[in-house]
T-cell receptor
Framework: DTGVSQNPRHKITKRGQNVTFRCDPI?????LYWYRQTLGQGPEFLTY????????KSRLLSDRFSAERPKGSFSTLEIQRTEQGDSAMYLC?????????????FGQGTRLTVV | GQQVMQIPQYQHVQEGEDFTTYCNSS?????IQWYKQRPGGHPVFLIQ?????EVKKQKRLTFQFGEAKKNSSLHITATQTTDVGTYFC?????????FGPGTRLSVLP
């Protein structure tokens, strides 16, 4: 499978714990995005990388959230001191630099439940 | 900030009926993309519109970008049960796309 891969698919954690998600984009895609989606809503932008550089972060991304893409390939999203409001589907997407606004390929997502 | 809205929120149709979802932006859009998300799935890219007044077709799906580039529509002719899902529009903001809340389509056989 050469699509976008996300791990784990599901994560249940207790409030206050830290969690980390991983995203492996389509190889050679230099753009990587993280989105959050809650039930009945559209994907909500969190942050964006071009290669290893984090170029944009949403104002919605609190200090408890951090994302990295150390080698310009896979990315991790960490949430510290999780809160119940963090429960959502976290989606990763990647795109190539063919044109300015090429299509985004989404992974299956990581569903986080904070209890 | 840029707001992208979609109507209706839900649409139930009988198989064979047509379906249209509308996307409206508070600001002029340079590009707009449409995605489909099946129940339990992830968003899948359908199409991108760039030019004012642009119309693109994919089999039974017709996509339109408004003349003022502030609205867009997706029309499905003769819906099938395989069309079930949520349809999102996404407007370009900087280097990223702002997604609308989506229109959930149910098709009754």
């Amino acid at each position: 499978d050469t699509g976008v891969s996300q791990n784990p698919r599901h994560k249940i954690t207790k409030r206050g714990q830290n969690v980390t998600f991983r995203c492996d984009p389509i190889s050679e895609h230099n753009r990587l995005y993280w989105y959050r989606q809650t039930l009945g809503q559209g994907p909500e932008f969190l942050t964006y990388f071009q290669n290893e550089a984090q170029l944009e972060k949403s104002r919605l991304l609190s200090d408890r959230f951090s994302a990295e893409r150390p080698k310009g390939s896979f990315s991790t999203l960490e949430i510290q001191r999780t809160e119940q409001g963090d429960s959502a589907m976290y989606l990763c997407a990647s795109s190539s630099r063919t044109g300015v606004n090429s299509e985004a390929f989404f992974g299956q997502g990581t569903r986080l439940t904070v209890v | 900030g840029q707001q992208v809205m979609q109507i209706p929120q839900y649409q139930h149709v009988q198989e064979g009926e047509d379906f249209t979802t509308y996307c409206n932006s508070s600001t002029t859009l340079s590009n707009i993309q449409w995605y489909k998300q099946r129940p339990g799935g992830h968003p899948v890219f359908l199409i991108q519109l760039v030019k004012s007044g642009e119309v693109k077709k994919q089999k039974r799906l017709t996509f339109q970008f408004g003349e003022a580039k502030k609205n867009s529509s997706l029309h499905i002719t003769a819906t099938q049960t395989t069309d079930v899902g949520t349809y999102f529009c996404a407007g370009l903001r900087g280097q990223n796309f702002v997604f609308g809340p989506g229109t959930r389509l149910s098709v009754l056989p």
